[in-house]
């Protein structure tokens, strides 16, 4: 019955392995962003557009900088102007690092030559922002 | 070698379980919603200091509804007014019972009396909404 114990060991660390696979997935290191900025109207099918088949290259270099699960929402606000809505999660070591790799790349930066003249930053925001980062006042994992 | 082929079988086996079990925790049946509502200036404070300490039978009710990675986010925006969004993900099969569940929840119902009258619903809202449903125009998983 050797052989039994040698395969219920196996079976266990596979197991664990499986485990630590799915923690690492969802480890702590985790942060989510919230962010906003202004669609100017006559803009809005044109961003719809380019959203609708994003580039490979951009959709590339947004995982290789370590960004997950990124949606952006769109609405009509009182002030009858429309809004962007992002949320995205980074589960990289050095956000900063990761933004000013996004920015140097070529196809990254022609992207943005279509997109940002589709945006207007809202009045309160950060000094240097593009899209303002909202404050997180609930979370519920 | 008859023990080996059962151990790589044994093997193959768990790890295929722990596959299984990382994608019914990612699974195809992720909806995401993105909202939006007003905060009354002057209920600010408060708003904050009870999503703070947000009470366990509500929370317990957003788990129980099959709600996950509920954020809100409050932001001021170009006509100064306030404004709270909100992401979550929706996991279960028929989300108009579930919310219909939720809103029977006697903790819920008293929580709600305590931030309905901090919020103001915007003016672009479908017929009956309390926070308006935002359109999704991008995702990267």
């Known amino acids: 019955m050797h052989w039994l114990k040698w395969t219920a060991m196996l079976v266990a660390l596979a197991l664990l392995a499986g485990c630590q696979h799915v923690a690492s997935r969802q480890g702590p290191q985790v942060q989510r962003f919230g962010s906003v900025i202004g669609l100017r109207e006559d803009k809005i099918a044109y961003y719809k557009e380019l959203h609708a088949n994003t580039w490979p290259g951009v959709l590339e270099m947004i995982k290789k900088c370590n960004i997950r699960n990124y949606s952006i929402y769109l609405h009509q606000l009182d002030d009858d102007k429309y809004y962007l809505f992002s949320y ?8 900063e690092a990761d933004m000013a790799r996004m920015a140097a790349d070529p196809i990254t930066q022609k992207w943005w030559q279509e997109t940002d003249p589709c945006q207007f930053p809202v009045k309160h925001r950060a000094e240097g922002e593009w899209w303002a980062n909202m404050e997180e006042v609930f979370y519920c994992r």
Do not use: A, K, R
């Open 88 to 95: 995205f999660e980074y589960t990289g070591n050095d956000f």
